[in-house]
T-cell receptor, first 117, second 115 residues
Framework: GAVVSQHPSRVICKSGTSVKIECRSLDFQATTMFWYRQFPKKSLMLMATSNEGSKATYEQGVEKDKFLINHASLTLSTLTVTSAHPEDSSFYIC?????????????FGPGTRLTVL | KNQVEQSPQSLIILEGKNCTLQ??????????LRWYKQDTGRGPVSLTI?????NTKSNGRYTATLDADTKQSSLHITASQLSDSASYICVVSSGSSSNTGKLIFGQGTTLQVKP
């Protein structure tokens, strides 16, 4: 159990286009999901906390108009990178928190590799 | 400042050998400590989670220890296999009400197991 999926796993787009990444909790409900960004050989950096039915909370330095987050249901959160530029190329990982678990554990998705040309 | 530091930064061992990875943290208040394995190009996968009252936890060939007094943790891998080659990340969850659910990540230890 406790599986989190992401789609797509890999996307290549042209500069100026928008890209949507989906994060789904497959076998549990997640009122809270998290979006991370990871650069090569670096650890995960939290971008925003996504709460079902309310606005996301963004970390300092993350542009909320650039990275749109929608958490419309208890099993789905989406991250839209608007007007993507080459510097947005990165590995994006989501996680979902299972409140039913004993440790409020976060389960991570497999990640989405975004390449902006 | 909440911080998690890991050592060594990278490690190369021969297949079949054991190794131990270290994690020191300064996180307050402390909720739990987690070790994750992250394969290249994949998301992190949980190995162990420990609260302050747990000082050891095993998951197959992985054994994690926690000393809440010295704020240190270790991950011991026995009889290493080629598939153990990955980045191992120590993550501490803060029990602060303002940071509920936020994780503080170490920089990771990159382990390479050679045949």
């Amino acid at each position: 159990g406790a599986v989190v999926s992401q789609h797509p796993s890999r996307v290549i787009c042209k500069s100026g286009t928008s890209v949507k990444i989906e994060c789904r909790s497959l076998d549990f409900q997640a009122t809270t999901m998290f979006w991370y960004r990871q650069f090569p050989k670096k650890s995960l950096m939290l971008m925003a906390t996504s709460n079902e039915g309310s606005k996301a909370t963004y970390e300092q330095g993350v542009e909320k108009d650039k990275f749109l987050i929608n958490h419309a249901s208890l099993t789905l959160s989406t991250l839209t990178v608007t007007s993507a530029h080459p510097e947005d190329s990165s590995f994006y990982i989501c996680s979902a928190r299972d409140l039913a678990g004993s440790y409020n554990e976060q389960f991570f998705g497999p990640g989405t590799r975004l390449t902006v040309l | 400042k909440n911080q998690v530091e890991q050592s060594p930064q990278s490690l190369i061992i021969l297949e079949g050998k054991n190794c131990t990875l270290q994690c020191n943290y300064t996180v307050s208040p402390f909720s739990n400590l987690r070790w994750y394995k992250q394969d290249t190009g994949r998301g992190p996968v949980s190995l162990t989670i420990m609260t302050f009252s747990e000082n050891t936890k095993s998951n197959g060939r992985y054994t994690a220890t926690l000393d809440a007094d010295t704020k240190q943790s270790s991950l011991h891998i026995t009889a290493s296999q080629l598939s153990d080659s990955a980045s191992y990340i120590c993550v501490v969850s803060s029990g602060s009400s303002s940071n509920t659910g936020k994780l503080i990540f170490g920089q990771g230890t990159t382990l390479q197991v050679k045949p």
